[in-house]
């Protein structure tokens, strides 16, 4: 099994979404990529980074296909992968902006999503994404903070979601202590149906 983590937490490794996926993902055991966007923070997606997208092939400039060659970097270890582990800490009632600006940079039409008569249709089938969530509030599986995320992935294809949720870890030392109690029997749970699959 090849797994790419992608991690967000602005607190780097001290991040509760992060050391969760780390212990989700050291239990799952194989081959492990990581794609630490607080380490190396993808771009944001402006009009030049855009007007590379749409450029045909032959006619991109240097600065184009270098664009080019980041965003099929990214794609690249999403495609390798068959299992995604996202941390994905809120941060103002939303998702890591870091977070954001790899979305943006790996939904490109004809690589990962294409238009057909029937609408859109996502190319990264076959995988299966694991959404390990750390709130200060408790806001639970309705929230747009994840609901964006699994529409985001099922756009380009990924449709196999599961959550592990860390909620209420700034209300309390008490409620932080249950919210990780909680989201390491989810990661036990997941863990020892992944191994019974085996
Ligand atoms: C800049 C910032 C904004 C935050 N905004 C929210 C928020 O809107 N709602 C919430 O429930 N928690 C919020 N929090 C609390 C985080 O969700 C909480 O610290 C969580 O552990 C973040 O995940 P991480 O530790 O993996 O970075 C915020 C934290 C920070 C640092």
Same mark, same amino acid.
């Given at each position: 099994?090849?797994?790419?983590?992608?991690?967000?937490?602005?607190?780097?490794?001290?991040?509760?979404?992060?050391?969760?996926?780390? /212990?989700?993902?050291?239990?799952?055991?194989?081959?492990?990529?990581?794609?630490?966007?607080? %380490?190396?923070?993808?771009?944001?997606?402006?009009? #030049?980074?855009?007007?590379?997208?749409?450029?045909?092939?032959?006619?991109?400039?240097?600065?184009?296909?270098?664009?080019?060659?980041?965003?099929?970097?990214?794609?690249?270890?999403?495609?390798?992968?068959?299992?995604?582990?996202?941390?994905?800490?809120?941060?103002?009632?939303?998702?890591?902006?870091?977070? %954001?600006?790899?979305?943006?940079?790996?939904?490109?039409?004809?690589?990962?999503? %294409?238009?057909?008569?029937?609408?859109?249709?996502?190319?990264?089938?076959?995988? %299966?994404?694991?959404?390990?969530? #750390?709130?200060?509030?408790?806001?639970?599986?309705?929230?747009?903070?994840?609901?964006?995320?699994?529409?985001?992935?099922?756009?380009?294809?990924?449709?196999?979601? /599961?959550?592990?949720?860390?909620?209420? $870890?700034?209300?309390?030392?008490?409620?932080?202590?249950?919210?990780?109690?909680?989201?390491? #029997?989810?990661?036990?749970?997941?863990?020892?149906?992944?191994?019974? $699959?085996?």
């Amino acid at each position: 099994m090849k797994t790419l983590q992608i991690n967000s937490s602005l607190f780097g490794p001290g991040g509760q979404s992060t050391t969760l996926a780390n /212990e989700f993902v050291a239990q799952l055991g194989g081959k492990v990529i990581v794609r630490d966007l607080a %380490k190396d923070p993808v771009p944001h997606l402006d009009g #030049a980074r855009f007007g590379a997208f749409l450029a045909k092939p032959a006619d991109r400039t240097p600065a184009q296909q270098a664009v080019i060659d980041y965003s099929d970097e990214l794609i690249g270890e999403l495609k390798a992968a068959d299992t995604i582990v996202i941390g994905l800490p809120m941060y103002n009632f939303g998702i890591p902006s870091t977070l %954001k600006a790899y979305f943006d940079h790996i939904a490109r039409t004809g690589v990962t999503f %294409k238009y057909t008569d029937k609408g859109a249709v996502g190319l990264l089938t076959g995988k %299966k994404a694991y959404l390990v969530v #750390a709130r200060g509030g408790v806001y639970g599986n309705a929230h747009p903070h994840a609901t964006y995320v699994r529409d985001f992935l099922a756009f380009v294809g990924i449709t196999d979601v /599961e959550y592990i949720y860390a909620e209420g $870890l700034a209300i309390s030392p008490a409620s932080k202590e249950q919210g990780l109690a909680k989201a390491r #029997a989810a990661i036990q749970r997941l863990n020892e149906r992944e191994a019974a $699959l085996i």
